[in-house]
C-alpha cells in the first residue's frame, strides 16, 4: 500500500484544498470521543450513531481531545475518566484503543479531525 497523504487537509490561498478540491470545513466539537469510544466505559453504538447524526448536518470536521490526564481518583467533578495518561508517563490502553476506533469511525464517515493534545481545562487534566 503506497501512503499519499490527498486526504489531509491543505491551505491553498485563502481557503483549503482536501483531495485537490475546494474544502469547506463545518465542524463541531466532540472532545468525549476517545471515551465514547473505549471498550470499558465507553458505549460504541452510542459513538456511531452521534457520528452518523453530525454527518447528516453536514458536518465534516471534529475537533476532538487525544490526550487527557489522571490522577483517575481525583474526586473532581466532570474530570475525563478513564484518562488515558493516569500518571506521569503511564498510559491506559483502553484509552488508546479508543482513541483508534474514534479516528477510524471518523475515517470511515470521510470526515476530518482536529486533534487536541492538551489545554488548560481541568477536566481533561490541563
Known sequence: MTFTDEGFV?????????????????GANYW???NMACVLGGNRTRLDIELDQLLAM??????????SE???D?????R?????MTSPGTYNEDVFQGLDYLLDAIGKRNMTAVVT???FWHWSGG
Open 117 to 119: 493534545l492538551s489545554n
Open 80 to 84: 475525563m475518566q478513564p484518562s488515558l
Open 74 to 78: 481525583d474526586d473532581q467533578l466532570f
Open 10 to 26: 491543505k491551505v491553498h490561498n485563502t481557503g483549503f484544498l482536501r483531495y485537490g478540491k475546494p474544502y469547506t470545513i463545518r
Open 32 to 34: 468525549y470521543g476517545m
Open 58 to 67: 453536514g458536518v465534516n470536521n471534529l475537533r476532538i481531545m487525544a490526550a
Open 70 to 72: 489522571g490522577p483517575d
